[in-house]
């Protein structure tokens, strides 16, 4: 059997519906409303997202870091209109003010709430927890921009939080994968909206720095929680020569550590809790999606 076969085996009987349908819609020609339709489950009535939805937290409560998943979901379907209910709820979500930090004016990265669920211990509250980092601040600033209606009240907090959180890239140039991400959905929004209020020259080419940086060259080191060429899957640095070259060793390095049950092996835990076990394959199948990916990218796709 197959690499692929093997992992699309796991998928069909560990993933969530919600991941099921990104799995369909990526290699079975599944429907994007499929997708939507499972994310849907995930969203409270205040529009704010939680449930799981990002799979180390269990907290049913709309956190942004869930609101941030759940606009990642939206992103990987091409997008959907902005009067549809999902994006009108989030709009609520973020209008609101809930879990947002007035003096740093960004939204929370670990909320108080998460501290009475199962989660991660990275997701749990405490005075020491509050970062300010822009993750995922920047990336809902993206998104704001990209949705929300021109020279409404959110629209120009958005552009605000934008500016000053480029500015902070630019300065500081921070060396961690998720806030890179975060800048990179940034800028993608706002290419979508034809809208950028700050210098995406500029805040690109500290991107390409950064993520340049944080990727880790040392294979031997590749089974550890740290940066391969597939932590940047949409970055077109990737296709430099030196760093294609890379990705193919990685595509090698996936196919050879493949599980005999398809998924595979994750680099962190939490097993505090009996949820554990449940998030665990979780969040295999949604690595194993984006390893298929990867694998699909760079042409080793079996």
Same mark, same amino acid.
């Given at each position: ?6 992992a699309?085996?796991?998928i ?5 519906p ?28 205040? *529009?704010g ?5 990002? +799979? &180390?937290? #269990?907290?049913? $409560? ?7 998943k759940a ?29 947002f930090d007035?003096e740093?004016?960004?939204w ?13 211990m990275?997701?749990?509250?405490s ?16 998104f704001?921009i990209k949705?929300?209606k021109?020279?409404?009240p959110l629209?120009?907090? *958005? ?6 959180? +480029? &500015?902070w #890239?630019?300065? $500081?140039a921070?060396?961690?994968r998720?806030?890179?991400a ?11 909206a034809g ?8 805040l ?9 940086r944080?990727?880790?060259r040392?294979t031997s ?10 932590a940047?899957p ?8 030196e ?7 990685e ?5 050879s550590t493949?599980?005999?049950?398809g ?6 835990q939490?097993?505090d809790y ?7 394959n979780?969040c295999?199948?949604a690595?194993?999606i ?13």
């Open positions: 059997m197959n690499t692929f076969e093997k699309r085996r796991f069909y009987r560990n993933a969530r919600i991941d099921l349908a990104l799995f369909k819609y990526h290699f079975e020609n599944g429907s994007a409303n499929d997708v939507i339709t499972a994310l849907s489950a995930y969203q409270n009535p205040d *529009g997202f939680g449930h799981g939805i990002e +799979a &180390d937290n #269990f907290n049913p $409560n709309s956190i942004p870091i869930g609101v941030w606009t990642e979901y939206v992103k990987e379907t091409g997008g959907i209109e902005p009067d549809h209910p999902i994006i009108q709820g989030i709009l609520k979500y973020l209008s609101s003010g809930s879990d007035p740093h004016n960004q929370l990265n670990t909320v108080p709430s998460s501290n009475d669920y199962p989660c991660a990275w997701w749990k509250y005075e020491e927890s509050k970062t300010f980092e822009y993750n995922p601040t920047a990336a809902l600033a993206g704001i949705y929300a021109k020279q409404s629209y120009e907090k *958005g552009v605000q939080i934008a500016k000053t959180a +480029a &500015d #890239f630019i300065k $500081n921070p060396i961690e998720h806030i890179a975060c800048f990179i959905s940034l800028i993608d929004y706002c290419k979508e809208d950028m209020p700050f210098d995406g020259a500029a690109s080419a500290k991107l390409d720095e950064v993520i340049d944080s990727i880790c040392d080191r590749w089974g550890e929680y740290i940066p391969r060429p597939s940047f949409k970055w077109q640095g990737l296709y430099s020569d760093l294609k070259k890379l990705c193919h060793a595509c090698e390095y996936i196919k493949q599980l005999a049950d998924s595979f092996y994750l680099p962190w939490w097993s009996k949820e554990w076990y449940v998030a665990e979780w295999k199948a690595i194993t984006d390893n298929m990916l990867f694998l699909r990218e760079f042409g080793s796709l079996e």
